[in-house]
């Protein structure tokens, strides 16, 4: 059952998180990689500036969790991890799923350049890597990440949104010379 998080479920997501994310350890670069990866003031920071959890129970436990944020004129689907023993049970592909179909948004993803799993199941999952040039303009507008992250990681939009924000930003780039107009 896919249903939104409960503010209790806190250290239920950053032990999904975490134990999810030691997958990362060995293919991001080690000064971004931290013991807990997700600390719970991080995650509490998150829920602050507008992550709402999103969370696949199955016999009353949480078994993954994905996370949406509204910014500006897009939503930026953050912080989807599944725990490890249900991997490859379709639990990514339904909180996606269900994120997708309650967007009324173009949806963003960033992840680790280096993660070619969690590429391709964006990709298969109606997502698209944007050009490397577009993707830092959009890390840049979108998500307060270091220089050392963005330059190390990618972004993808959802094929099926019908307005394209690597499409407004360029026109906003067009029309005024900086990605960064409001």
Not at 30 to 47: C, S, T, V
Not at 115 to 132: K, Q, S
Not at 146 to 162: F, N, Y
Request: hydrophobic letters at 45%.
């Amino acid at each position: 059952m896919i249903r939104p998080c409960l503010d209790d479920e806190r250290p239920a997501i950053l032990a999904i998180v975490n134990a999810a994310a030691v997958a990362y350890r060995a293919v991001i670069p080690a000064d971004r990689w931290h013991e807990p990866y997700m600390p719970a003031q991080e995650l509490d920071a998150e829920i602050a500036a507008g992550v709402v959890f999103w969370g696949c129970e199955h016999d009353g436990a949480l078994t993954g969790v994905m996370g949406i944020q509204p910014v500006r004129d897009v939503q930026l689907i953050r912080h989807a991890y599944v725990l490890p023993a249900t991997q490859g049970a379709g639990v990514g592909r339904a909180l996606l799923e269900h994120l997708v179909d309650r967007s009324d948004a173009p949806l963003l993803v960033g992840t680790w350049a280096a993660a070619d799993w969690a590429i391709r199941f964006y990709e298969r999952n109606g997502f698209t890597l944007v050009a490397p040039a577009r993707k830092d303009e959009l890390l840049r507008e979108y998500w307060d990440i270091p220089d050392r992250q963005i330059a190390t990681s990618v972004v993808l939009e959802h094929r099926g949104q019908a307005a394209s924000a690597t499409s407004r930003t360029a026109s906003r780039i067009t029309s005024s010379g900086s990605p960064f107009s409001r």
